[in-house]
């Protein structure tokens, strides 16, 4: 809500402010898209002209305007962008070198997928550790003014349970007692006077810092975003989950998305021993069985049958 009202108040309002709605028309959309695409990433511009697009489709809906000018307008083509997939021994080193009082936030982004903010948000009774589960229903946001709010996930899809490996309890049990945690309402990863931690400040002072100690800030050197992110281990954590077979809409549910495609095209990004995986699988079932291997064989005379048929002509 706050990134919507930034771009309202920074792209949107400088020029089309004092504009009556009404007389928006798509060539002033058109133009300022192009404006946009000069100086904004793709992805920027798409996101920027989603929330005119709300706008225009609410004026619309309420009957303010009969048709919206955002039609027919071309947005910038996005360029896919692959990021580097952690492998569980850089995971470990990471964790050790963020310390005791952030590790186990680490292991939530990458097994369980969180978000950065659902990891900020876990509270002790979210957590059940008779049954294993955690109930993701808050997370930490930037408010109005960059201010840190706790509130829902921004969709039913974030809201969700989900079953935790055996070691990742032991992880957070061990984490509870370190730090001496205790009360339903308590935040696994507060500041020092409990209150939640601010993403701005935890990641200039905590994340950048313990990246390069443990040599990863240069993973993605191919991207324009430099060093590992947090987002990244949640990449890590989808990849996981499609290389060791499972189905989608399970993969969907854990990391609260709303469109499987968005478990596919953003996250779960194909590895060099998955593709192998898949080329060995196809190998052994067309050609693992001993009719395949005659069927080779009887390929190969016929090839050689069709070579002395075209040198007799």
């Known amino acids: 809500m706050s990134r919507d009202e930034s771009i309202i108040r920074v792209h949107l309002l400088p020029t089309l402010g004092k504009t009556r709605i009404g007389a928006i028309v798509s060539s002033d959309v058109r133009k300022l898209v192009s404006k946009w695409s000069e100086r904004l990433a793709p992805r920027t511009v798409k996101r920027t002209y989603g929330v005119l697009h709300a706008i225009m489709q609410f004026a619309v809906d309420d009957d303010i305007i009969a048709v919206s000018p955002c039609r027919g307008i071309k947005l910038p083509q996005i360029e896919p962008v692959t990021r580097h997939v952690l492998t569980v021994d850089e995971l470990e080193r990471l964790a050790v070198t963020l310390g005791p009082r952030w590790s186990a936030m680490v292991y939530l982004g990458a097994v369980l997928g969180l978000r950065w903010g659902e990891c900020a948000g876990l509270r002790l009774g979210a957590i059940d550790f008779d049954r294993n589960e955690v ?54 990863f507060p500041k020092l006077d409990g209150d939640p931690v601010n993403y701005a400040n935890w990641r200039r002072n905590v994340w950048i810092p313990s990246v390069k100690r443990a040599g990863l800030d240069a993973l993605n050197s191919g991207d324009r975003r430099n060093g590992l992110e947090f987002h990244d281990l949640r990449r890590a954590n989808a990849t996981a989950l499609v290389r060791e077979g499972v189905d989608l809409k399970t993969a969907q549910t854990r990391l609260g998305h709303s469109d499987v495609r968005l478990t596919l095209e953003v996250y779960a990004q194909a590895t060099t ?31 050689t049958d069709q070579d002395t048929h075209s040198d007799r002509h």
Do not use: N, W
């Open 273 to 303: 021993e998955a593709d192998r995986s898949a080329a060995g699988r196809l190998d052994d079932h067309f050609f693992g069985r001993p009719r395949d291997k005659r069927a080779i064989e009887a390929a190969a005379d016929d090839s």
């Open 135 to 188: 109930r993701i229903v808050e997370q930490v946001t930037r408010g109005k003014f960059g201010q840190t709010v706790t509130g829902p996930p921004k969709s039913s899809a974030g809201r969700r349970t989900m079953t935790l490996p055996d070691g990742l309890v032991d992880l957070l049990k061990a984490h509870v007692l370190a730090r001496v945690i205790s009360g339903p309402e308590a935040l696994l």
